[in-house]
């Protein structure tokens, strides 16, 4: 079984701060890891996603996220936030290889950027 | 390229009735996955169809069904609406079996009144 915690539910920021919003997961194999982006009244965007290989994943918008294996993490980064990075954001994990059909959901956070 | 598209984007439908979700998925993309995504409990898996075929189901009621059409296409049906069905429902697809190509409709918003 696979579950995934985002830690704060809603998380703010200055523009122009480093955003970092956390994402833990459980995984009895290997994961895949991705996280999404949500604007209101819309669905979800991938912004990056890890499978195999580096563990520093770069995405769109200026996100990027680091695979730790030792602690079981997958946090997103951005160095310095923008008025249009407000949204929710939502950590996301699949077990690896054959059969990773399906995405297990954290419960979001919700970034809001103070001008 | 056209991305998933779903329809309606909004519903409103009585308590016991039945809704219909529509989704069509990116051209060549045979998995659809349908997601619920209800106020306080996240997103939650519901259905995946590959190939024309139920793959896997949820945590949820048989009164959540649903098909996939030859043309890749996928309906999903709410049967016997109870007001908690209130959600938004995500349509993703993907080119098989493999998850990490998931692209998701911008939902299909169900009220239950």
């Known amino acids: 079984a696979q579950s995934v915690t985002q830690l704060g539910s809603h998380v703010s920021v200055s523009e122009g701060a480093l955003v970092l919003l956390r994402c833990n997961y459980s995984s009895s194999v290997p994961p895949y890891l991705f996280w999404y982006v949500q604007y209101p009244n819309q669905g979800l965007q991938l912004l990056l996603k890890?499978?195999?290989?580096?563990?520093l994943v770069k995405g769109i918008n200026g996100f990027e996220a680091e695979f730790k294996k030792s602690e079981t993490s997958f946090h997103l980064t951005k160095p310095s936030a923008h008025m249009s990075d407000a949204a929710e954001y939502f950590c996301?994990?699949?077990?690896?290889?054959?059969?990773?059909?399906?995405?297990?959901f954290g419960k979001g956070t919700k970034l809001s950027v103070i001008p | 390229e056209a991305g998933v598209t779903q329809s309606p984007t909004h519903l409103i439908k009585t308590r016991g009735q039945q809704a219909t979700l529509r989704c069509s998925p990116i051209?060549?993309?045979?998995?659809v996955y349908w997601y619920q995504q209800a106020l306080g409990l996240g997103l939650q898996f519901l259905l995946w169809y590959d190939e024309g075929e139920e793959r896997n189901r949820g945590n949820f009621p048989p009164r959540f069904s649903g098909r996939q059409f030859p043309n890749y296409s996928s309906e999903l049906n709410v049967n016997a609406l109870e007001l908690e069905d209130s959600a938004l429902y995500l349509c993703?697809?993907?080119?098989?079996?493999?998850?990490?190509?998931?692209?998701f409709g911008s939902g299909t918003r169900l009220t239950v009144v």
């Open positions: 051209s060549g993309h045979t998995s």
């Open positions: 996301a994990v699949s077990p690896s290889g054959a059969g990773s059909y399906q995405l297990t």
């Open positions: 890890y499978t195999t290989g580096a563990t």
């Open positions: 993703a697809s993907s080119p098989g079996r493999e998850v990490y190509g998931y692209t």
